[in-house]
């Protein structure tokens, strides 16, 4: 599958904080089922780079869910599939067009091994303040022509990131960041994530 890396013990976190798991087939489905937040994990969308772009309807349908707000996490190939575009051995498709930027694959690893980040106050789920994040990260694409003035959920004093000294980028309702993340004692980010969908969900409600 073109996002198949997820860590069992962080879809059980999400569980155990009270999320309902659906999946989503991104080169078949044709629109997104009912759902309360969204999170779309790595993987290796540049093998499946014109099927991705075949599927103009549910690209459209994550980029219209996600400007009106929904919740969403992506990591690493998510982050990639919201780039406005992906280029591969000389190819070149459109994605879901929320990250104003274009997701570029080179020959050699752009980020690789363990990250150290420091969250900012742009991290938008909600908990007690942590310090440094201890995670991994592991690409070969670059975020390249983002838009100027974007905001970052954290500051990398460790590794790569989007460009050298942030990741998590930000907008509405929407982390995605190259890191991949564990959800630990020290950095549960399933709980927070799961509770900030929860929150959202409702404020819209009342």
């Not at 991705?52 to 929904?70: D, K, V, W």
């Not at 690893?109 to 990250?115: A, S």
Request: with cysteine; aromatic share 12%.
């Amino acid at each position: 599958p073109a996002f198949g890396f997820y860590y069992p013990d962080d879809l059980d976190a999400l569980q155990q904080a009270g999320a309902t798991l659906i999946n989503i087939n991104t080169l078949r489905d044709t629109g997104l089922p009912p759902l309360d937040g969204l999170f779309i994990g790595g993987g290796f969308p540049e093998t499946r780079l014109h099927e991705l772009a075949a599927n103009q309807a549910l690209r459209t349908a994550i980029r219209s869910a996600i400007e009106n707000g929904l919740p969403t996490y992506a990591e690493c190939g998510g982050l990639m599939y919201l780039a406005r575009s992906l280029s591969w051995k000389g190819e070149r498709a459109e994605m879901a067009g929320v990250i104003p930027g274009d997701a570029v694959m080179y020959p050699r690893p752009q980020g690789r091994g363990y990250v150290e980040l420091e969250p900012t106050s742009e991290l938008p789920w909600p908990g007690a303040g942590v310090g440094l994040i201890r995670a991994h990260e592991f690409h070969y694409s670059r975020l390249e022509n983002l838009a100027p003035g974007g905001r970052f959920a954290f500051r990398v004093r460790r590794g790569s990131g989007i460009d050298g000294e942030h990741d998590g980028w930000v907008c509405r309702n929407l982390l995605a960041s190259y890191t991949h993340l564990r959800s630990t004692s020290r950095f549960d980010w399933a709980s927070r994530f799961v509770n900030f969908v929860r929150n959202y969900k409702r404020k819209t409600m009342l």
